[in-house]
Structure formats: C-alpha cells, structure tokens
C-alpha cells in the first residue's frame, strides 16, 4: 500500500491539468483555479483519513475541487450583491463587448440557477473534459445517468434563457 505523500505526489503528477481544468470550467478566473485546487488539495490531505477507497482516489479529490469550486462561486455571488447594493460600476465596455457579456452574466446565472445535480452534472460531464465514465465515476452515478442529467440541464437551461427574453421583451 502506497504512502499518503506517494498518493498525493501521483495524483499531482497525473492529474493536476485535469483539476485545473475542471476548476477553471467551473470559476473561469486563472487566479481562482490555482486558489481552489490548493484548497482542495491541502482538505483532501487533511481529511485523508476519511478516505475509504471506495472510488478512485482522484475522483475523491476531484469531488472535494468541486465542492469548493462551488463554494468560490457563491462566496463571489455574494460578494456581487453586496457591490451592487452600494452602487459600483464595473468596467465600462463598448456596446458589443457590453452586450456580450450580458449574454455570458445572463448564460452564468441561468447555469447557477440550475439544481445543483444538474449543474454539476453539466459542469463536470461537459466542461470539464472528463470521459463520460471519469465524469460519471466522479458524481457518482452510471454513464446514463450522467447522459440523462446533462439532457434534463440543457433543457432546464433552454426553459430558463426563454424566459428571461420573454421577461425582457
């Protein structure tokens, strides 16, 4: 059986681009990426104990990075309220790039709407560039499942972006 330092020194060395990636799929800021895998990491090392090698080992880390990947992103929603309720702008941007990134916020807030099942299932079977049996490994649940999740989010989504144009007009 190999050492807790030797699990932890392979995971990094094999799978430290697909933390990454996960994680910048799921935050979308560089900084935040290397600040959530460290996160998870140094909890995965303190909660090690606790793993009882059930799934893979990586796939364990990688369920704790998306939990505090999730975390980020409710600790910065949050921190956007508070900004909107004194009243700062954000940066001042053309029409085109403005209308740009109001279809991103708009795609954003649909997609953290979502049902957190369902959001993690299209971020992780999706985004993340997992194979469908990493990613399906990784929630928990059988490739079907994991296909029949990331069907109903594509739809709640549809539903959703309807009806904020539908608001708007």
């Known amino acids: 059986m ?4 030797q699990a932890f020194e392979q995971l990094i060395d094999e799978k430290l681009g697909l933390l990454r990636g996960t994680a910048m799929r799921i935050l979308g800021n560089p ?3 290397d600040d959530a895998v460290q996160s998870a990491l140094m909890l995965a090392w303190r909660k090690f104990a606790g793993y009882r090698g059930q799934s893979e080992f990586a796939t364990w880390v990688t369920r704790i990075l998306i939990n505090e990947c999730y975390d980020m992103v409710r600790d910065r929603a949050r921190e956007q309220d508070v900004l909107a309720d004194y009243g700062e702008s954000g940066n001042q941007m ?3 790039e403005a209308e740009e990134a109001s279809l991103l916020d708009r ?3 649909a997609v953290a709407r979502l049902p957190k099942l369902y959001r993690e299932s299209l971020s992780v079977g ?3 560039g997992y194979s469908p049996d990493e990613a399906a490994a990784m929630l928990g649940c059988s490739r079907n499942t994991l296909y029949q999740r ?3 989010a594509k739809q709640l989504l549809a539903q959703s972006i309807r009806e904020v ?5």
């Open 31 to 33: 900084a935040d990426v």
């Open 94 to 96: 053309s029409g085109g």
């Open 165 to 169: 144009s539908y608001e708007q007009a």
């Open 126 to 128: 999706v985004l993340s």
């Open 107 to 109: 795609l954003d807030d």
């Open 150 to 152: 990331i069907h109903k």
């Open 2 to 5: 190999e050492t807790r330092e």
